[in-house]
DNA sequence: AACGAGGTCAACCGCGCGTCG
DNA sequence: GCGACGCGCGGTTGACCTCGT
C-alpha cells in the first residue's frame, strides 16, 4: 500500500513530452562521462540534484534516436530508399534489423519513413515488379564484384544469402549505381503496369525523379 | 488572413525476451 | 524453476508543420 503511494508519488514527479534543451544537455553529459550502462540507473542520477525526471525508456529513446552523435538527419537517399525497399521485402517490418544496415538512421525513423512515404506507394500491384528488378541488378553487381552469389541458394525467398546480404549488403552494392541503373531503365515509368501514380509518388521523393517526366 | 486536411516526426505504450538473484 | 527487473522492439499517438482552398 505505502509502496503504491510513493510510486503514485514517483509517476506524478515524472516528466513527459517533448525534451528541453537543459535536458538534453543533462543525459548527454551524463552518458559522455559514464556512458550508456542501465537506463533506469542513468534516468535517477544523471543531472544530480536536478536529476532527470524522465523514465529509463525515455532517456534510451531519446539518445538513441536523436542525441547519439553517430545520428545521421536529413533526407533518405535514393540508394537508403532502395535499400529499405528491399530489405522491407526481406524482412518485414523488423525495422531495427533494417536499421542496422543504413548506418546512422534508426529505427524509428525507417518506421516513419515507411509509414508516412512508402506504404502509401507500396501497392501490391507495382512493389514486386520492381523489387524484381533491383533483385536482378544486385545479383548482377555482385557477380561483377566477385561477390559469390551461389551460397545465396542457402537463403531466403528473394535468392539474397540472409547472412551475406546483411552483413556486406553495404560492401559489395553500389546502390548509387543500382539507382542510376533503374533510372536508365525508365522503371519510374511503371503507367504500363496501371500505377503511375504510386511509382511517380515514389520517385518524387527521392533523387532521380523528377527529370524522368519532363 | 483564416481554416481545414494531410503529412511528418518525436515520443509514448504495451508486449515479449533475456538476465539475474 | 520462478519471479522481478531491465531492455529492445514494433505499433500507435498527438503535436506541429505545410499546403491548398
Known amino acids: 500500500m505505502e509502496t503504491e503511494k510513493q510510486n503514485a508519488i514517483v509517476e506524478v514527479d515524472l516528466r513527459r513530452g517533448p525534451w528541453t534543451v537543459e535536458e538534453d544537455l543533462i543525459l548527454t553529459n551524463y552518458i559522455s562521462k559514464h556512458g550508456e550502462g542501465r537506463w533506469n540507473t542513468l534516468a535517477k542520477c544523471a543531472g544530480g540534484i536536478k536529476r532527470l525526471k524522465r523514465t529509463g525508456k525515455s532517456c534510451r529513446l531519446r539518445w538513441l534516436n536523436y542525441l547519439r552523435p553517430d545520428v545521421r538527419r536529413g533526407n533518405i537517399t535514393a540508394e537508403e ?70 551460397s545465396a541458394s542457402s537463403s531466403g525467398r528473394n535468392g539474397f ?31 504500363a503496369h496501371g500505377c503511375e501514380g504510386s511509382m511517380l509518388g515514389f520517385w518524387e521523393f527521392s533523387a532521380v525523379g523528377p527529370n524522368m517526366y519532363a
Not at 101 to 129: S, V, Y
Not at 162 to 180: I, R, V
Request: with cysteine; proline share 5%.
Open 81 to 150: 530508399q532502395l535499400l529499405i525497399l528491399e530489405l522491407h521485402s526481406r524482412w518485414g517490418n523488423r525495422w531495427s534489423k533494417i536499421a542496422q544496415h543504413l548506418p546512422g538512421r534508426t529505427d524509428n525513423e525507417i518506421k516513419n519513413f515507411w509509414r508516412t512515404r512508402m506504404q502509401k506507394h507500396a501497392n501490391q500491384q507495382c512493389m514486386p515488379p520492381l523489387l524484381e528488378r533491383i533483385r536482378t541488378v544486385v545479383d548482377s553487381s555482385r557477380a561483377v564484384m566477385g561477390v559469390h552469389t551461389a
Open 161 to 191: 544469402s540472409s547472412s551475406s546480404a546483411t552483413s556486406n549488403y553495404g560492401d559489395h552494392l553500389d546502390l548509387k549505381d543500382m539507382a542510376s541503373t533503374l533510372e536508365e531503365e525508365g522503371w519510374p515509368e511503371f503507367p
